[in-house]
């Protein structure tokens, strides 16, 4: 056996576990390293005759499933085995624990390879006779699922198997997973297996063919054992070629360096063991192979703790080490400290042996009372302690076998600690660091960050860097926080505020993202755009570069998800409802497809997980859910078509293919207070996007627009400067800015500009001077265009009538024109903190990035001309956003007037506030 691994040869980057007692890798290493046996009674089915009478090893929570994360609706949820949701979990925490993205297992060319029970939920699903027929049901409970849902959630496209050879199921998985990298088929590929019992059926089965344990313990290879005792469990591997492993820079467990499976063939029955099939299968192997079994240190056996089956298992053991010439090793069986997970018990074993390698210990067998004896397993050992792992055995062994006949083997190979990058990790101390968390809820965001705390409080000061870079390496959802500290203390703080938002405490404000470098800060910038495959990945020290830290692994929000409650629901069907037409197609239509779709999928009425605005993606609509929405539509005359649904972004942009109308605000300009001609304008009005503050009770309407992200604060050195001069101010809060709501379905410069004009023409009284800064300058110009009777004047304020395609990125350079009026605007508004917070409005990156897909669509140069309001443009030269040459179209507006200010860029308004303030006062002045 070479000493240097091939290429093709695969290894683990991530794994993950859930068994009875252990929620992750973690509790499992404790419970392995104690030897304590999580076996024990289970309430679950406390209503049933012989309910009490259940032994195993169960799960908690094998109801609960976090349908949003994995965007699946809760109607299908509640029709799928709690099998394809958990294990749908599992494979999650072991694609984060590899530091792999979706992106990276497609381009990998990843298969899924997993093993599940038959299933037992559809007997549930029976008592349910609305649902049993459902669109549903039949995906939610077929076993081909339990692979297919993985591979369509990530968007991987190769191979995709779900096997059942019994109790050898996992190991045949890996098995076909190994065959198949080394094929070519595929170059990583996603293993799995999970065993969940929905009803007694199982349990009931093996105590009355007296399989399981009747004193309800495992205990194999002693003189006690009786019988297996059934159990639940699911566990995930991340497999891939070395040299992909390598080159990417990952952690790895270990290599699987051989992998075997047979059949007993005809034998005494179908369920009969053959001691001379196992030992022919795992001699084979090693001779095929080239196993040197004087390497191997550890042997974790298939173990159930069966009078018949254990003592099979040790003769075909002792046969296939004698011809290939070993002395036997230590022995090991996790069934006693977890019972026997059936499909998943094979990587149940692997996950042990995994752990015990990167532990470097070969870990106790079951602790047992002094009357239990082991029979003699000669020339094997079983050890009762924690023994260190020897550095001349790198090899571990794993047996697994089929009550049908399958048996399974896989050798696995402890890699030494080669050569990494460590020393040229920069981790000096006294920086500030940025910690990037993330969530598909707020809930799930405190719960990642109190158990992020737990982390961080056990670590020492030296390793915040090596967490700063492996956070920067989990995905971004939806909702994020980022903080930033320079020390232990400082970020413990931090992370304790952002964990009591889950208890109803406030959210914390921003992160002052400008107290970090450079590199730093364009990191935490690619983060935030989910640029996390190419950009981000090549900056950020490699993992396994860092120090192997645990991260926590995703909290999953816990939401039931069952077919039954605790009373089974009729099982006759309700009597169908006509079949009803769609209503008119208008902001009825989009509302009437609201409540269809929460009523469809299963959301909760009044929950606003369904709105105008809601991405059909993120709703967990299927093909089969689609035709049912849409065919009381197409009876009605709507020429929309089920395959043609999922290219509708939007529920409100659906509501317009059915009804053949635009669903939001036209882009058009319209007459001059024409509304009822304007067919972008609802019938009824809408809940206001704009949120106004005001300010002085009398004078000249005035409104100060801020730019993106920022509030009234913005202007905070004009509203008293112009309070004084007797003028009433109004300042926007834009939507999605602070607490104002945003409808995405309802967004554009143009429903502002309207709206802008709506407020003016109801509050007002009359028209009013408008003052616009960057992005406020591009909703005054529209409402200017489209609205010129209600605007008396325009200024706009660092602002171009057309941005490029790089607006964002000339943003980035902003903060230096900040630090360097820092003097200045701490005089203004205190000491400490970062500057741009103190007039931040503390919209989330999503949001942002609307805005700057509107902003690159932003073009009214060739409109220039119709502008006929009085306009003052203001710009600093030094202003790092503009285009000059964008700028110098405002020449086309007849009779503008230019001011620039030399020695200042685009915070003009701040950094020379007096200047301004009169050129505004000078400008009206000479108007009037």
């Known amino acids: 056996m070479d000493e240097l691994l091939e290429d093709e040869t695969p290894v683990v980057v991530g794994m993950s576990c859930r068994f009875a007692g252990s929620d992750g890798l973690e509790e499992y290493w404790e419970r392995l390293r104690l030897g304590r046996s999580a076996v024990g009674t289970t309430g679950r089915w406390a209503g049933e005759e012989d309910g009490a009478a259940f032994v195993g090893g169960f799960l908690d929570g094998h109801q609960d499933f976090d349908a949003r994360f994995f965007r699946i609706s809760p109607n299908e949820a509640q029709c799928m085995d709690p099998q394809q949701r958990i294990l749908l979990q599992s494979v999650q925490h072991a694609v984060d624990d590899s530091y792999l993205t979706p992106a990276d297992l497609r381009d990998l060319d990843c298969g899924v390879f997993v093993a599940g029970l038959p299933g037992d939920y559809r007997s549930l699903m029976a008592q349910r006779g609305d649902l ?14 339990l692979s297919g849902r993985i591979s369509y959630f990530y968007d991987i496209t190769g191979p995709s198997i779900t096997l059942d050879s019994a109790c050898s199921s996992s190991l045949a998985a890996l098995h076909e997973a190994v065959l198949n990298i080394r094929a070519g088929q595929c170059r990583a590929a996603v293993v799995g297996a999970v065993s969940v019992f929905s009803t007694p059926e199982v349990l009931r089965f093996a105590q009355r063919s007296r399989m399981s344990s009747p004193e309800g313990a495992s ?62 299968l795992i001699a ?30 040790l003769e075909g053991l002792r046969s296939a080490f004698r011809k290939a010439g070993g002395e036997g090793c230590h022995l090991g069986a996790v069934k006693p400290l977890i019972g026997h997970t059936l499909v998943a018990s094979g990587l149940a ?142 970020l413990l703080t931090a992370l304790d505020a952002l964990a009591r938002t889950g208890q109803g405490g406030r959210a914390p404000r921003a992160a002052d993202i400008d107290r970090l470098e450079a590199a730093l800060r364009d990191l935490v910038v690619l983060w935030r755009a989910q640029d996390s495959t190419s950009a981000l990945g090549r900056r950020l020290d490699a993992p396994a570069d860092l120090a192997r830290i645990a991260l ?79 065919s009381p539509y197409q009876k009605a005359g709507s020429p929309i078509k089920a395959h043609d649904l999922f290219r509708h972004e939007t529920v409100a942009e659906l509501a317009a293919a059915i009804g053949g109308t635009p669903a939001g605000p036209k882009k058009e300009a319209r007459a001059p207070g024409d509304a009822a001609a304007d067919p972008a304008r609802p019938a009824r009005r809408a809940a206001p996007l704009i949120k106004w503050a005001q300010y002085g009770d009398t004078g000249r309407p005035t409104l100060l627009l ?37 409808d995405e379905e309802r967004f554009s410069f143009e429903a502002l500009a309207d709206e802008v004009a709506d407020f003016l023409r109801d509050t007002a009284g009359g028209p009013a001077d408008l003052v616009g800064w960057s992005l406020g300058g591009c909703v005054s110009t529209l409402t200017a265009l489209r609205h010129p009777e209600r605007v008396a004047s325009l200024t706009l304020v660092s602002c171009a009538p057309r941005y490029g395609e790089d607006a964002f990125e000339r943003t980035l350079d902003l903060r230096e024109e900040l630090r360097v009026h820092g003097g200045l605007l701490e005089a203004v508004f205190g000491a400490g903190g970062n500057l741009a917070e103190r007039f931040g409005a503390n919209a989330s990156m999503d949001i942002l990035r609307c805005y700057y897909a509107a902003l690159t669509d932003f073009d009214v140069v060739d409109r220039l001309p119709d502008l006929t309001t009085d306009c003052l443009v203001v710009r600093g030269l030094g202003d790092c956003v503009l285009d000059e040459e964008a700028v110098a179209q405002y020449a086309k507006v007849p009779g503008a007037r230019v001011r620039e200010f030399a020695d200042h860029g685009h915070y003009v308004p701040l950094t020379a506030a007096r200047d301004f303030n009169t050129t505004l006062t000078e400008f009206w002045a000479e108007r009037a």
């Not at 669109?135 to 076993?143: C, E, I, M, Q, V």
């Not at 990417?248 to 099939?277: D, E, K, W």
């Not at 004087?294 to 069966?306: K, P, Q, V």
């Open 706 to 742: 801020p730019p993106l992200n920022c509030d009234q604060r913005a202007w905070t050195q004009q509203i008293p400067a112009l309070l004084r001069e007797g003028r009433k101010i109004y300042v926007p809060t834009y939507p999605g800015h602070a607490d104002t709501p945003f």
């Open 132 to 145: 049993v027929h459902g669109t549903h049901s039949f995906l939610g409970n077929a076993p081909s699922t």
């Open 349 to 490: 074993s692997v996950v042990k042996a995994l752990l015990a390698f990167h532990h470097e210990t070969i870990p106790p067998v079951a602790a047992t009372g002094d009357a239990v004896s082991y029979l003699d397993v000669a020339p094997f050992r079983v050890n009762r302690e924690p023994l260190p792992w020897p550095q001349d055995k790198p090899l571990c062994a794993i047996s697994a076998f089929g009550f049908t006949g399958s048996n399974g083997h896989v050798i696995l190979r402890k890699l030494p600690d080669g050569p990494t990058g460590q020393d040229a990790v920069d981790r000096r101390p006294g920086r500030a660091l940025p910690f990037c968390l993330s969530a598909a809820s707020r809930d799930s965001l405190a719960t990642l960050a109190g158990r992020t705390r737990a982390l961080v409080a056990e670590l020492p000061d030296d390793r915040l860097w090596d967490l700063s870079q492996l956070l920067l390496r989990r995905p971004r959802h939806p909702h994020e926080q980022v903080v930033v500290a320079r020390t232990r203390g400082e």
């Open 219 to 280: 205990l194999p290879f002693t003189d006690a054992a009786d019988g297996f005792v059934p159990a639940e469990g699911a566990a995930s591997l991340v497999v891939m070629r070395y040299d992909e492993a390598r080159a990417r820079g990952l952690r790895i467990y270990g290599a699987i360096q051989a992998t075997g499976t047979n059949h007993n063939g005809t034998t005494n029955g179908l369920m009969a063991p053959s001691s001379q099939l196992q030992s022919r």
């Open 284 to 313: 084979g192997l090693y001779e095929r192979e080239r196993i040197d079994v004087s390497r191997i240190a550890y042997l974790e056996t298939h173990g159930t703790g069966t009078p018949l089956g254990d003592p099979i298992e």
């Open 552 to 630: 926590p692994a995703y909290p999953f929000e816990k939401r039931r998800h069952w077919v039954l409650e605790d009373t089974p629901a009729p099982e006759s069907e309700p009597e169908p409802e006509p079949e009803r037409g769609p209503e008119p197609v208008d902001d009825g239509l989009v509302d009437q497809l609201c409540a269809q779709l929460s009523d469809l999928l299963g959301f909760e009425e009044g929950s606003g997980e369904v709105v105008p605005g809601t991405r059909i993606v993120t709703l967990g609509l299927d093909s089969l859910s689609a035709v049912q929405l849409l």
